[in-house]
């Protein structure tokens, strides 16, 4: 077999056992390699050593309120459809250190931090968490500040992205726009077949891990294979949500339809759907001081515009009821948020779907809002 | 908005959510019964020469292991070198604050937000409508216009707190009316010693003659009563694009990163805390909006 | 009286008389007379059996209202061109509900109100005119009450009505 030169944009298949090595050699360049995996019962996005470690032959079965893990009648790796993690939690931390005090002689000085460098290879990437990638991007890096922790975790990650050929039962990102296929924002783009993958390669980065790999020439079989899967996916969407162009518009013009009343009478203001949701970013701080009062740190936690305490202040709590809360999370996430960063904070992954206890489906209640609605 | 009262300086860094700046308490001034006014001096003297602010500013204020609050600047924004906090004791930090005396330190991060428009509003009258501590983002402004009182029209404030003890820098108020200023002012419940008016701040503009093509407000107080000085300036043809009000949210970051001080699409820390009333319009009357 | 042509001036000064005719003036004026108060003395007190409407033309005029151990509390000042004891156009009450003191020194228009309702009743248009006006006021003064009752500036702890 002739010699496969690769450069930026090739795409080449590889027989599926030959992925483990794309993984060592990230490994050797000091990432460490995250991806799907089974644990406890449930799929979670935790270090991968290899393909022995994916979660080969399980597909999820998906409605508002509900996830089960069942076999699938094939031996791919990726047709499962994403759990509650998403990516959000390696590049904004549920909990990280702000700063660190200690008091010497009356002075308040300021305490090195843990250092916390951490290189991740994110494996198995789907179209909509790239596209929630490039959405918080937009909120936590920007002209006016950045927060340092995002960046200095965003600047060493490698993507592993891969169009999904299978979407699940509450997905609709096509309707959003950010799926079911990769178009940019990679290091390599993987597209499974049932013998092989094929790879992409979208970087300098991709490219050294796709150094000495042994690679065949795509095929037209293959070729057509990718496409009428790509096809297939756009059409088998579980959920749709129609005229997204309008739906900014539509939430902000009626703020007091008798709809949220309705929501509410359901919506638990749990906060699950912020915590699965890729894009959420709503933090609260906490400052904690020894016994001694000789060392203080702050920490920035994950925080939920559901917490009743996110809006209360001196004088009241300006939301007090879940109806007021629960609008304005999805006035933000599917209104306001465009006029803050340019683009919707969803991105049609189905995660509050399938998370929220009460089985509230966000596609469902915007149409039911359209219905009698103002100008 | 102008820039040129924005200046470089901050005692801040890009970054989100970093360690303050240190600064000591120089003075305490008490304003009245649970408000003084905290005067602070960077230690660092590079950065006590070189900050800046604007009026309508806000500094977050941090005491080590109780937090911050967002207090605004209530001093004269040509003489940063001690920057004026006047607060408000409510809460669990600004009641810890309340127990500091001066040679103590807190730290600062800031200024933030967005400033009152006095650079865009020359050549206007002004009517300034304050409630209870509400003067005290509009007291730099106030400073400003006296300092440039030439460049703007005639300039009202009216002001009211809930009684005579409770009104902020009285002893101001002639100094004020000596620069050609009008200061109008009224208490919810008088005493035996109160020779003032009576009232609410929004009945305070029966007293005025407003022409409403040239008035500009700027307003800061507790939400209803800015709701009914936004109604009563709206009646008088005032255009919502020179209304201006000061809002108030739980804030945490200062910075507009953590999410807690928006109100619809605006975080109040980094478009606000002035808007003018043509952005708040569509959803000001929603209620738990 | 004396008082008329200076009267009829203040009248025709005042927003709260257009739209009287100069006959209706004039005999409005027939049972007015002017009043000056000095700072500090009252104009009347709660539980007065006096039966006269008030305008003010200078000075400021406190409504009070007395607490034992407390004092008097001032719960309105009326300014010029304001009404003081406009319960006397209404056939209802019949004595003072609070005291009326002159912060500064006062000068106010006072009616006979027995006069002014005999006249209100025979002359319905005019009636009609003094009611609209007197129901301004309250309409104003209850506004001006109701945000007092919010205690807007009350620390939050306190605050009666809860957000």
Same mark, same amino acid.
């Given at each position: ?23 060592g ?55 499962i ?39 991740y ?22 002209s ?48 499974e ?46 959920r ?6 309008s ?11 008798p ?22 970013f ?5 400052d ?19 917490n ?27 209104s ?24 509230i ?5 915007i ?9 | ?48 020469a ?44 600004t ?49 400003h ?145 | ?16 008389f ?24 009252? &104009? ?8 006269? =409407?008030?305008? $003010? %033309?200078?000075? +400021? @005029? *406190? ?15 009326a ?36 006069? &002014? ?8 248009? =005019?009636?009609? $005119? %003094?009611?609209? +006006? @007197? *129901? ?28």
């Open positions: 077999m002739p010699e496969i030169k690769l450069h930026l944009g090739s795409q080449v298949a590889i027989r599926k056992p030959v992925l483990d090595q794309v993984l050699h990230l490994e050797k360049a000091g990432y460490q390699t995250i991806g799907p995996c089974i644990k406890d019962a449930a799929l979670v996005y935790a270090p991968i050593g290899g393909l022995q470690d994916l979660p080969q032959g399980l597909i999820s079965e998906q409605s508002g309120g509900s996830y089960r893990i069942k076999p699938s009648n094939n031996a791919r790796y990726f047709d459809t994403p759990g509650a993690q998403s990516w959000k939690q390696f590049l904004f931390p549920p909990r990280s250190e702000s700063f660190k005090l200690m008091k010497e002689n009356g002075h308040w000085l300021e305490e090195g931090l843990s250092e916390d460098l951490p290189r290879a994110f494996i198995g990437v789907r179209p909509c968490e790239l596209a929630a990638i490039a959405v918080q991007d937009k909120v936590f890096i920007r006016d500040f950045t927060d340092p922790i995002y960046k200095h975790r965003r600047e060493r990650i490698f993507i592993l992205a891969l169009d999904c050929l299978h979407p699940g039962d509450t997905c609709f990102c096509a309707s959003m726009g950010t799926g079911p296929t990769v178009e940019s924002g990679f290091d390599i783009k993987l597209t077949l049932d013998d092989v993958f094929l790879l992409e390669v979208g970087s300098p980065a991709g490219l050294e891990a796709m150094q000495d790999l042994s690679v065949e020439a795509v095929d037209s079989r293959w070729l057509q294979a990718s496409a009428a899967g790509r096809k297939a996916a756009a059409n088998s969407m579980g749709v949500l129609s005229d997204v162009a739906i900014p518009d539509l939430l902000i013009n009626n703020l007091e339809h709809r949220w009343k309705e929501i509410a009478a359901r919506c638990l203001s749990c906060t699950n759907c912020t915590q699965v949701c890729p894009t959420c709503c933090w609260d701080v906490e904690a001081t020894s016994l001694g009062g000789k060392n203080t740190m702050r920490t920035r936690v994950w925080d939920s515009c559901f009743p305490a996110y809006s209360a202040q001196a004088g009241g709590n300006i939301r007090p009821n879940t109806a007021s809360r629960y609008r304005q999370w999805l006035t933000h996430k599917m306001t948020w465009r006029q803050q960063f340019g683009v919707l904070g969803c991105v049609g992954c189905g995660r509050c779907i399938t998370w929220c206890p009460a089985g489906d966000i596609t469902e209640e149409e039911a809002i359209r219905v009698d609605a103002k100008e | 908005m102008s820039d040129i009262l924005l200046a470089p300086a901050k005692a801040t860094r890009e970054d989100v959510l970093i360690a303050p700046l240190w600064a000591e308490i120089v003075e305490i001034t008490p304003e009245a019964e649970g408000v003084s006014t905290f005067w602070l001096a960077f230690k660092d003297k590079a950065l006590a070189s900050y800046r602010f604007a009026p309508g500013q806000f500094n977050m204020v941090y005491l080590p292991g109780y937090g911050e609050a967002a207090i605004s600047i209530s001093s004269h924004p040509a003489k940063p070198e001690r920057i004026g906090h006047t607060i408000r004791f409510v809460g669990n930090v009641n810890a604050i309340s127990r500091l005396r001066p040679g103590d330190t807190l730290g600062l991060r800031g200024p933030f937000g967005m400033p009152w428009p006095i650079a865009d509003i020359k050549g206007r009258d002004v009517i300034i409508a304050a409630g209870g501590i509400g003067l005290a983002p509009l007291r730099p402004a106030i400073y216009i006296i300092e440039n009182r030439a460049d703007y029209g005639k300039v009202t404030i009216i002001y009211g707190a809930r009684a005579p003890g409770d009104l902020l820098y009285p002893r101001e108020y002639d100094a004020w009316r000596k620069k050609g200023l009008e200061v109008l002012v009224t208490v919810d419940r008088g005493d035996e010693n109160w020779a003032g008016q009576v009232g609410v701040v929004p009945i305070l503009f029966y007293n005025l003659r407003v022409r409403p093509e040239n008035s500009v407000i700027l307003t800061c107080g507790p939400e209803i009563m800015m709701r009914f000085v936004v109604f009563e300036s709206l009646a008088r043809r005032v255009s919502q694009e020179h209304i201006f009000v000061s809002l108030e949210r739980n804030m945490k970051c200062g910075q507009g990163f953590c999410g807690h001080c928006q109100i619809g699409p605006y975080f109040i820390c980094k478009e606000g805390p002035v808007f003018h009333f043509g952005q708040l319009a569509p959803f000001f009357n929603v209620e738990n909006f | 009286m004396g008082d008329k042509p200076v009267l009829l001036d203040i009248f025709h000064a005042i927003p709260w257009q739209q009287l005719s100069e006959d209706h003036l004039g005999l409005l004026a027939d049972f007015s007379h002017l009043v000056e108060i000095p700072q500090g003395k009252d &104009l009347f007190k709660e539980g007065d059996k006096e039966d006269f =409407l008030y305008v $003010v %033309v200078n000075g +400021r @005029i *406190a409504i009070e209202i007395f607490f034992p151990g407390r004092g008097r509390i001032s719960i309105y000042t300014e010029p061109m304001d009404v003081v004891g406009w319960s006397s156009v209404t056939p209802v009450v019949r004595q003072r509900t609070a005291s009326a003191r002159a912060v500064l020194d006062s000068r106010l228009i006072a009616m006979d109100a027995q006069a &002014l309702r005999r006249l209100c009743e025979g002359d319905c248009a =005019l009636g009609c $005119v %003094v009611m609209r +006006r @007197i *129901a301004n006021v309250v309409a104003q003064r209850l506004l001006v009450t109701r945000l007092q009752l919010l205690d807007l500036f009350a620390n939050p702890g306190e605050q009666k009505i809860h957000a």
